[in-house]
C-alpha cells in the first residue's frame, strides 16, 4: 500500500499538502503535561513524529524525548530515521513512555496489530502507552484511515492496563469530538 512507503510522505511533504501538521505542539498534550496525569519523566518515543512539535514539548518540559519518522528531518529536534514498524526490534523495551498520535491513522490498516505489537516491543515493562488516537469514526478511505474507539483498547493497547480514558476539550476545533485520550500500561 502506497502510505508504506517513505516516498508518498516525502511527496506530501514537499507538496505542502501536511493538513495534518498543526505548526504547533498539540494542545491535549499541553493539558496533560499541566495535569496529575502527566507521564513520569523517562525516555519517551514519537512514532511517525512529523515536523517533532511534540517531540519539542517533551523536550521543554524535561523528558528525554526522541522522534521517529523517514519523511521528515526537522531542525533542532531528534528525529530517527526509521520505519516505525522496525522501533521494537531496533529499541526493545528501551522506553518509559511512547506517544501515538496520527501515525496509527496513517499507516496501511491491514499493519495496525503488528505496528501496535511494534510500539509494545519498545516500551518497558510498567512503561506507558499515551494514544491520542484520531480520527474516531467511520471512514472509507485514507489516510488518514478511521478508527474505531475498541482498537484503542482491543488492537494499540492488546494486553495492557488502561489507567486512563477520555474525549479531551481541549482538541483543536477540526478534531473537537473526534479524538480520544487513552492511557495504558504494559504489564
Ligand atoms: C499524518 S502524519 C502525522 C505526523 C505527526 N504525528 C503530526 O501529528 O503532525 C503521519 C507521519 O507518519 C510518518 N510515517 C507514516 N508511516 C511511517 C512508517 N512506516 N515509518 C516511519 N514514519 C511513518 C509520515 O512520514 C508522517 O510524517
Do not use: N, Q
Not at 510522505?9 to 495535569?35: H, I, K, T
Not at 519523566?41 to 517533532?52: H, I, L, Q, S, T
Not at 512503561?127 to 482491543?154: H, K, N, Q, Y
Amino acid at each position: 500500500m502506497v502510505v508504506s512507503d517513505a516516498a508518498y510522505w516525502e511527496a506530501r511533504y514537499r507538496a505542502g499538502e501536511a493538513g495534518w501538521d498543526l505548526g504547533g505542539p498539540c494542545p491535549v498534550f499541553v493539558e496533560l503535561l499541566d495535569s496529575p496525569m502527566a507521564p513520569p519523566k523517562g525516555r519517551v518515543a514519537f512514532p511517525g513524529c512529523g515536523m517533532g512539535h511534540d517531540v519539542r514539548l517533551f523536550l521543554d518540559r524535561g523528558y528525554d524525548a526522541v522522534g521517529f519518522d523517514f519523511a521528515t528531518r526537522p531542525e533542532g529536534v531528534p528525529v530517527v530515521p526509521l520505519d516505525v514498524f522496525e522501533i521494537g526490534r531496533r529499541y526493545p523495551e528501551a522506553f518509559d513512555a511512547v506517544v501515538e498520535y496520527t501515525c496509527y491513522c496513517a499507516i496501511d490498516p491491514g499493519r495496525r496489530a503488528e505496528y501496535a505489537a511494534a510500539l509494545r516491543a519498545a516500551l518497558r515493562p510498567g512503561g506507558l502507552l499515551v494514544v491520542l488516537a484520531f480520527p474516531v469514526e467511520r471512514r472509507d478511505a485514507g489516510p488518514p484511515f478511521g478508527i474505531e474507539e475498541s482498537e484503542i483498547t482491543g488492537v494499540l493497547g492488546a494486553g495492557m492496563d488502561l489507567l486512563h480514558f477520555e474525549t479531551p476539550r481541549s482538541s483543536v476545533e477540526p478534531r473537537r469530538g473526534r479524538e480520544r485520550l487513552a492511557i495504558l500500561r504494559k504489564r
